[in-house]
């Protein structure tokens, strides 16, 4: 059954698909200028709801309007969102835009949730940021009852599916499968951890192991403001990569991810950072190429854990996710059909909202004026019953023809 009043949902979408994820960046906006920028935008499109949602990689506008939807009215958006972009770029991004409309948006907003829209298939953060976005955009005033329903039913089947399928059970980024491989070797939480390199990977390596009760950190980074940007947010110390050979209070792991040509780790390296010690020791080595001279393997008792053998472990788990996929699509399927039933119960609920009222009108004009007179002549008592009848008469007319209207919608969705 084609609904004209879903048809005013739009989604326009950018994701790793469509353009470069560099690009992406370029869509975000800053959460203190989100307000002004996406009211105006709001405001000047004669757009009913609105609710952006920004992660690294993937950009969406949903929004409801009675306009046309085309490439003209795509470049008037882009144009009034981002003005400081030059018509080429804005055609560029209008043209490599993905548009859902209607209940395509509504299985496109499952799908992102689900994960299975994702870059990497069932990281589960996402339904976090959808549900992130829609509280963001309410409480600016952005969005309303049809974007309301939408993402209390996304977050729900996306629930659902977490719940029911090993979609998200099967761990696939390096950071994650790093941290596993450790939990299964039952490292101690006030291990020693040098962390060499502070980029993005040992960044997000570090704040996961912080996360989950690691408290002893040195990081090494040859510049050393980023060393102490991240030492700072570990509780750890900060130290200059010149001075890792230096470095004199032992280790039990070492965590390194740089940009390096060469080992930064070379047995004499390595040599002086044991110490004397002679337990094993661990090396997660997740730089391209290795940081970890292979001589200190062949020579020391060492747990080397590579990005060789993690992004086996991934591809493997992927795999796995991927066979969860069909049961996925699946729930999808079943919560696309209950949403066209929530959603038609709720357009009978808002065209009944004048019932009451108008009832409560016909009684006071019934009560003042039609039968005045005659209620005039009433004792007390008689007025009393007759009070209580017309107030239960108010509240079946109030709740039959919604019940009634709800029961034909049923029967016809049956037919």
Do not use: W
Not at 6 to 18: D, G, P, Q, S
Request: aromatic share 6%; proline share 3%; with cysteine.
């Amino acid at each position: 059954m084609k609904n004209e009043g879903l048809n005013r949902l739009y989604i326009v979408a950018f994701t790793h698909r469509n353009i470069p994820v560099s690009e992406i960046g370029d869509l975000h906006i800053e959460p203190d200028n989100q307000k002004e920028r996406l009211a105006g935008l709001k405001a000047q499109l004669d757009l009913s709801e609105l609710m952006f949602l920004s992660t690294c990689n993937r950009v969406e506008f949903v929004f409801c309007t009675s306009n046309s939807v085309d490439h003209s009215f795509l470049e008037r958006f882009f144009a009034t969102l981002y003005p400081q972009f030059s018509e080429n770029k804005r055609q560029k991004i209008s043209s490599s835009s993905e548009l859902y409309q209607g209940i395509d948006a509504v299985e496109h907003q499952l799908s992102v949730a689900s994960s299975v829209d994702s870059m990497v298939v069932g990281e589960r953060e996402i339904i976090t940021q959808v549900r992130s976005a829609h509280e963001n955009s309410r409480e600016m005033g952005l969005s309303g009852d049809l974007i309301r329903i939408l993402m209390r039913h996304t977050i729900e089947t996306a629930k659902k599916i977490y719940t029911e399928t090993s979609i998200a059970r099967h761990p696939v980024s390096v950071v994650s499968l790093a941290y596993h491989k450790l939990r299964d070797m039952n490292v101690p939480l006030d291990s020693r951890i040098l962390i060499i390199g502070a980029g993005v990977t040992n960044t997000n390596m570090g704040r996961f192991l912080k996360k989950h009760g690691f408290t002893n950190f040195n990081v090494f980074n040859r510049t050393f403001s980023k060393a102490e940007k991240l030492a700072s947010d570990l509780n750890g110390i900060p130290n200059k990569l010149v001075d890792l050979n230096k470095f004199d209070k032992g280790f039990d792991i070492i965590i390194t991810c740089t940009g390096s040509e060469n080992h930064i780790l070379t047995p004499e390296i390595y040599s002086s950072l044991l110490q004397g010690e002679t337990d094993k020791k661990v090396v997660i080595d997740i730089a391209i190429p290795q940081d970890l001279s292979p001589e200190i393997i062949a020579s020391n008792s060492v747990t080397h854990i590579s990005v060789e053998l993690l992004q086996k472990i991934s591809n493997e788990n992927l795999k796995a996710r991927s066979k969860e996929i069909q049961h996925v699509e699946e729930i999808i399927s079943e919560g696309l059909f209950e949403f066209q039933h929530i959603f038609q119960m709720r357009e009978v609920e808002i065209a009944m909202r004048a019932v009451p009222q108008k009832v409560k009108e016909i009684k006071n004009f019934a009560v003042t004026e039609v039968f005045k007179n005659e209620l005039d002549g009433l004792d007390d008592n008689s007025r009393d019953v007759l009070d209580k009848v017309l107030e239960y008469m108010e509240k079946k007319y109030m709740s039959v023809p919604m019940l009634m209207a709800k029961e034909i919608l049923l029967k016809n969705n049956a037919k």
